[in-house]
Nanobody, 115 residues
Framework: VQLQASGGGLVQAGGSLRLSCAAS????????MGWYRQAPGKPRELVAT???????NYADSVKGRFTISRDLARNTVFLQMTSLKPEDTAVYYC??????????WGQGTQVTVSS
């Protein structure tokens, strides 16, 4: 399984970005799919995800600002990020957990928010 993330970049505080992550290859069914991020010197943290039941979970720090969505036909997940803050600066990784509970990771896309 390959996960191709795109959409990162440099944006000023208050701006918006939209990340995309497309899964391809031999996907044994999707259990969960979503986004983590890792800032320099900090552990990787969950940002937003679709659960196995199709509901969504968000980190408290992004609730009301970020929205996760998906295109099931294209095995693609999106992350719409608005009202970005400098503390959102991180490498964003998409992930997919298949029905065998195996986790696949994308290559990461850099998001930099300037103040």
């Amino acid at each position: 399984v390959q996960l191709q993330a795109s959409g990162g970049g440099l944006v000023q505080a208050g701006g918006s970005l939209r990340l995309s992550c497309a899964a391809s290859g031999r996907i044994l069914g999707i259990n969960t799919m979503g986004w983590y991020r890792q800032a320099p010197g900090k552990p990787r943290e969950l940002v937003a995800t679709f659960t196995g039941g199709g509901s969504t979970n968000y980190a408290d720090s992004v609730k009301g600002r970020f929205t996760i969505s998906r295109d099931l036909a294209r095995n693609t997940v999106f992350l719409q990020m608005t009202s970005l803050k400098p503390e959102d600066t991180a490498v964003y990784y998409c992930y997919l957990v298949d029905v065998t509970r195996h986790t696949n990771w994308g290559q990461g896309t850099q998001v930099t928010v300037s103040s």
